[in-house]
T-cell receptor, first 117, second 111 residues
């Protein structure tokens, strides 16, 4: 079974530009979460998608948006890039849960490293 | 709000035991997790514990949970150089609730 794959692995943008990051979830996983990991920090929750709808959002402005597709793959879009958006963006997928309980075990991709100049 | 705190750095000699500590603030935390991140890689789940448990052992890993003090620890027995990485403590309230991560503890294993 393939794991979580992300693209691109590295990219450089300038302030004000827009970026789209892509993620293919692990086979059988129907939930995708996106995290931002700044240098030397822990991952910060951006949002989560379940059944193609946003299902939870962290403390990020609306210029961070996402999509989930019927095959459970996902995109993270960031508009009007700022210098502080430079970070490693991690996608994680997780298995369907029985009801709304159980451990939310995340399988992470290797990340997309974004540099904003 | 939720907050998860860890010490930044730990250095141990190969063969010794490592103990990484974590404190969290969210009383509704139901699951506590330990993830490992190696350079240039995403995070890998090591183990997790349900909040009604005090201890969980998995080969060289032992997790201790003190729910009253909101304190979690990860003990790695017989630490190897391959254990050098950043270890993240995390918590969630269960189900599809978000997972909140700590700042990470960098473990350095000295040969």
């Amino acid at each position: 079974e393939t794991g979580v794959t992300q693209s691109p692995t590295h990219l450089i943008k300038t302030r004000g530009q827009q970026v789209t990051l892509r993620c293919s979830s692990q086979s059988g996983h129907n939930t995708v979460s996106w995290y931002q990991q700044a240098l030397g920090q822990g991952p910060q929750f951006i949002f989560q998608y379940y059944r193609e709808e946003e299902n939870g959002r962290g403390n990020f402005p609306p210029r961070f948006s996402g999509l989930q597709f019927p095959n459970y793959s996902s995109e993270l879009n960031v508009n009007a890039l700022e210098l502080d958006d430079s970070a490693l963006y991690l996608c994680a997928s997780s298995l369907p849960l029985a009801g709304n309980s159980g451990a939310n075990v995340l399988t992470f991709g290797a990340g997309s490293r974004l540099t904003v100049l | 709000g939720e907050d998860v705190e860890q010490s930044l750095f730990l250095s141990v000699r190969e063969g010794d035991s490592s103990v990484i500590n974590c404190t969290y603030t969210d009383s509704s935390s139901t699951y506590l997790y330990w993830y490992k991140q190696e350079p240039g890689a995403g995070l890998q789940l090591l183990t997790y514990i349900f909040s009604n448990m005090d201890m969980k052992q998995d080969q060289r890993l032992t997790v201790l949970l003190n729910k009253k003090d909101k304190h979690l620890s990860l003990r790695i027995a017989d630490t190897q150089t391959g254990d050098s990485a950043i270890y993240f403590c995390a918590e969630s309230s269960g189900g599809y609730q978000k997972v909140t991560f700590g700042t990470g503890t960098k473990l350095q294993v000295i040969p």
